[in-house]
């Protein structure tokens, strides 16, 4: 069974960068799609941004595009989202997602089996 450890996320100032990776083991990541999903308090999971499995598709919201960038290593079985311009309104609990499909999706979270903890990013002065 795929296993997804999330880490990265911190307080951070308005402007700054975060990088937030997603550590994934007990399957080769060829097969699988991943996605960055975030939660904000009192809000509804979001879909930031996906990843096909070959990494050819990759899809962000727009709220996203231009700041943030989704990139695969399957080497070393990991997914990573390189945050940069962070904003207040970044600020939530950003989840990696993962599940067996060629092409991703970023708006429905039922489409992922398999999820990590989560990590807090807050971005505040």
């Known amino acids: 069974q795929l296993q997804l450890v999330d880490s990265g996320g911190e307080l951070v100032q308005p402007g700054g960068s975060l990088r937030l990776s997603c550590a994934a083991s007990g399957f080769p990541l060829d097969y699988y799609a991943f996605a960055w999903f975030r939660q904000a308090p009192g809000k509804e999971r979001e879909g930031v941004s996906c990843?096909?499995?070959?990494?050819?598709?990759?899809e962000y919201a727009d709220s996203v595009k231009g700041r943030f960038t989704i990139s695969r290593d399957n080497a070393k079985n990991m997914v990573y989202l390189q945050m940069n311009s962070l904003k207040p309104e970044d600020t939530a609990v950003y989840y990696c997602?993962?599940?067996?499909?060629?092409?991703?999706?970023?708006?429905?979270?039922?489409?992922?089996?398999?999820w990590g903890q989560g990590t807090q990013v807050t971005v505040s002065s």
């Open positions: 997602a993962a599940d067996a499909h060629d092409e991703c999706s970023r708006y429905y979270s039922t489409y992922y089996d398999y």
């Open positions: 990843i096909s499995s070959s990494g050819g598709s990759i």
